[in-house]
């Protein structure tokens, strides 16, 4: 038998190990509280925990938690259930506010070196001292004032920053990076020696890149209360100060990011070296950065302020117009940029948006039911969906991880989850709306026990007991009232064959419901014969000795907008709202299961997932099966001893519109 491939033993993945091949590899997976996660952080989530797993390391799970204005305790406790869900334990769980007392001290010690300063300058005239004042991205640049003061003073200022001497957005500690630096300094002229054009092409290289153009390390914040340090700090480091230092001290080897960080590599190596953190120009000793791709799902909306729209409602103008769909590409970049310049203006309602308010006010109504609405991306959601943990690990590591975005859709995914499910769940007959039979050539108490297998292709799964009675339910999507020569199933004078049962039933009559108009009840015979070419249906028998048939409700999921690429609607000014899929849920209250249910549900996780033994999920959605000739689907959390709710994980062909 061949050893099953380890994909962090192959590719991008083995490349970066191998760049780095140490005998404890550590790495972390450094979520900022302020949301949710989703279906993209379950990439970041399988690459630093499996990298870490497949190399007989350790990973951490960071909370960066340097941003007090955003951050939630619920956010925290669903960060920690997601991870724990996936199947990976922390070797430790760390927060960046941990070390709020070293940092600062590092940055006492940075500017003490002369490689900070405390900057006063406006939004305007940073701008203007980058060359961009007039929207130039790369105009002439020109230090400020504040650049050449000395390092006492600087101290003295940081301390007055860290005092309360200055409001939010009056000054930042900038680290003296390359925003000083001359177009003379690397001009290469013909008697440079080899290694001096070296250095001229590297000093060129980091002074073209704007993140390393005196970026600011200390702001002082709006909100500063912090939930786990108090009041002790107004002034809070940045993402480009903190993230590299806490890989530091944690003795994080391999620090695996998402590609837009990139151009802040030499950023993150800057500071190290600058501290002594680590060795010039070298990956040996301390952390070393690499970027893979962002996993893009395209179908849906990811966006933690967009699905803020959808869950709470929105009050018209609450998306800030210099944000929305960037904040899916950019992060620590933006977070900087917000800080020192403050959040734009929104511009006012369209028509549309006015439109769907409706008189009612600036308020749009909620999209979706919470943020594990099944509809959404979230990984709560996806959990809650009945979406296996294994099946979104195997999706992200199917799309491969290179340097390279992961672009894909949420109909690829649901083909993966699919072809994953059809290997691993039982089967089961469930009918979603149900149309009662009564044969009318058997006796009150008829009873064929029948067995039936979990999974037919898995002998291993075992079988159960399914009663076969006088009265029987099957879909009203089997029948029709009259006879069609293109239709395979039931309907009046015609036989068909049922699924795990030995004859088929003929139609004698039906009755309707004089009150809807619709078929209420079918009269049958059963063990005639069934003519070639009609197909088997599925049914669920009716015998209280068995607890058959399990009553449910079934939802029944679709996309949640009619557009493929809800990105691009119009969020800014409420127009997205227009766009919602009025069917993107459909209810059956009056769905059945067979009793088969009821030994799922009792031992679920069942089967366990692969490699998973040693993780209890004592989760409903982990109660999962796939319904014959139906979809597939999990036990929803609004379930109760006595009510059944299931979630339609996927359907069981692509559009099958059930
Ligand atoms: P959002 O997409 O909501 O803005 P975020 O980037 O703000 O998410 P963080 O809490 O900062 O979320 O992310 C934690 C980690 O997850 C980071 O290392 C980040 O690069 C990674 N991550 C976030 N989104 C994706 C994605 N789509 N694909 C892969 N990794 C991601
Ligand atoms: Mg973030
Ligand atoms: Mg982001």
Not at 14 to 33: M, S
Not at 46 to 52: L, M
């Amino acid at each position: 038998t061949s050893e099953p491939v380890d994909p962090f033993k192959q590719g991008w993945l083995k490349g970066v190990y191998n760049e780095k091949p140490v005998k404890d590899v550590h790495t972390r997976f450094p979520p900022e509280p302020n949301g949710y996660l989703h279906i993209g952080h379950a990439k970041a989530i399988t690459v630093n925990f499996g990298f870490a797993k497949s190399y007989g390391g350790a990973c951490n799970l960071r909370f960066d938690d340097t941003n007090p204005t955003k951050e939630e305790e619920r956010y925290f406790t669903s960060i920690k259930e997601m991870v724990h869900w996936l199947g990976f334990e922390p070797h430790t769980i760390t927060h960046s506010s941990d070390e709020f007392d070293k940092l600062y001290e590092l940055a006492e010690e940075l500017t003490r070196r002369g490689k900070a300063y405390v900057c006063h300058c406006s939004p305007a005239e940073v701008k203007k001292g980058r060359g961009q004042l007039g929207g130039e991205k790369y105009g002439p640049r020109t230090a400020c004032a504040h650049w050449s003061r000395s390092a006492d003073e600087n101290l003295e200022e940081l301390r007055g920053m860290r005092d309360g001497k200055y409001k939010p957005g009056e000054v930042v500690l900038r680290m003296k990076q390359y925003l000083a630096t001359k177009p003379e300094e690397y001009e290469i002229s013909e008697e440079d020696s080899p290694a001096t054009k070296k250095e001229k092409e590297k000093l060129k290289s980091l002074s073209d890149n704007p993140a390393l153009w005196d970026a600011a390390a200390y702001r002082v914040t709006k909100n500063n209360h912090h939930h786990r340090t108090g009041d002790k700090w107004r002034i809070y480091p940045t993402y480009e100060f903190t993230h590299c230092i806490c890989d530091a001290l944690e003795g994080i080897t391999h620090s695996l990011c998402t590609v837009e960080f990139e151009t802040l590599r030499p950023a993150y190596n800057w500071l190290l070296e600058e501290l002594d953190m680590k060795e010039r120009g070298s990956d040996e000793k301390g952390p070393m950065q690499r970027e893979y791709g962002r996993l893009n799902v395209e179908g849906t909306i990811l966006s933690k302020r967009r699905i803020m729209m959808l869950v709470e409602g929105t009050t018209l103008g609450d998306e800030p117009a210099s944000k929305g769909a960037a904040e899916d590409v950019t992060d620590g970049v933006e977070e900087l940029t917000l800080a020192e310049e403050g959040e734009e203006e929104p511009e006012a309602p369209s028509e549309t948006a006015k439109a769907v308010t409706n008189g009612t006010g600036r308020k749009i109504p909620p999209a979706v039911a919470g943020w594990d609405d099944p509809r959404l991306f979230t990984l709560v959601a996806l959990r809650r969906r009945g979406v296996p943990p294994g099946a979104l690990k195997k999706f992200v590591l199917d799309l491969g991880v290179t340097k390279a975005n992961a672009n894909t859709m949420t109909h690829i995914l649901d083909a993966s989850i699919r072809t994953y499910l059809e290997r691993t769940v039982p089967r089961l007959m469930l009918v979603l709306d149900p149309i009662k039979v009564t044969f009318q050539n058997l006796p009150d108490d008829y009873l064929e026990e029948r067995d039936v297998p979990f999974d037919p292709k898995d002998k291993a799964k075992g079988t159960h007991k399914v009663p076969f009675t006088r009265t029987i339910y099957i879909d009203r999507d089997d029948f029709r009232e009259e006879d069609d020569p293109d239709f395979f199933r039931l309907s009046p004078g015609q036989s068909v064959g049922l699924l795990n049962a030995e004859f088929p039933i003929k139609c004698i009559s039906f009755s309707k419901d004089p009150a809807t108009g619709k078929v209420s009840e079918i009269a049958a015979e059963y063990g005639k014969e069934v003519p070639a070419g009609r197909a088997r249906i599925h049914w669920v028998g009716e015998s209280a000795a068995h607890k058959s048939p399990v009553k449910a409700e079934a939802r029944i999921f679709n996309p949640l907008f009619k557009t493929a690429k809800p990105n691009e609607l119009d969020w800014k000014n409420g127009g997205y709202f227009d766009d919602l899929n009025p069917d993107s849920l459909v209810t059956y209250p009056n769905a059945m299961i067979e009793c088969g249910f009821n030994y799922i549900r009792e031992n679920a996780p069942w089967p366990k997932e692969e490699g998973e033994a040693d993780v209890k999920v004592a989760d409903k959605s982990s109660v999962r099966f796939q319904g014959l000739r139906t979809a597939f689907f999990a036990l929803d959390a609004d379930s109760t001893e006595e009510r059944v709710v299931l979630n339609r994980i996927v359907s069981l062909k692509e559009d099958t519109g059930k």
